[in-house]
């Protein structure tokens, strides 16, 4: 692809971008086929989403963010999926960041996050299941007198969270890491020295929509407080611009 090394010395790209490049290496192309391209590039990893209009060709190992779950939380998933076939929610758990982490982390949580309307009839489904397992928006004092290996914390979606890939439920890798820097619980499961890490793991080893994470602190409150903690404790370098 002759095209990508009219765009080597770019942290990011745009469409226009690469369509000047596909003409530069003597390609012209009509925007539905540079459309129908880039998508196949997404799709394959040639070419990565790192914002809104911005790309990146991978070119240190990236790879899409990808984690298997434990059978518990798939388990809860299932459950909750069956009972409430067109509710929004997300799954996540302690044990995903181990791959970033020093320090392994031996007890599990399970977190759920569900849509407003209906979180009280989702614990109520799991309730049932995992009996003394499972907790409402806990407060960090509750949560350490009820807590229990593999606990289900059931909590309020925040809207706009990003969906996740290959299943809606999946959480992103952008959305964990938002959510470790600003839920209580899992502010309390990780030692503060462990986030850098954490962050230059997640940006070294996968591709980071860099729009869709600050997007999302932004909902949470959080983008200035994540964005300086990027710059400032970490040896991450943004792709694109605020």
Known sequence: MQWIQYLDNTSN????????????SGDKLSSSLLKKKLQEMLDNGTVARVGRNAYCVPKNGEKPYAYRYSDLANEVAETVSKAHPLLMFSVSELVQINEFTNHQIAHNIIFLSVEGDVVDFVFDTLKDKYPGKVLLNPTSDL??????????????????????????????????????????LWAESISE??????????????VIDESCLFRYAKRRTAEKKIRGFITNQTTVKLKTMR
């Open 193 to 206: 020295s462990e986030l850098p890490a954490i962050f230059e793991g997640a940006f070294e080893r996968y």
């Open 13 to 24: 790209f745009s469409r226009a971008d690469m369509m000047n490049a596909f003409e530069a």
């Open 143 to 184: 949560f350490h007198q009820y807590w229990y290996d593999n606990m289900i914390v059931v909590e309020k979606l925040i809207t706009e969270a990003p969906k996740g890939k290959p299943k809606d439920w999946c959480a992103r890798i952008e959305k964990v890491l938002v959510d470790i820097m600003t839920e209580p």
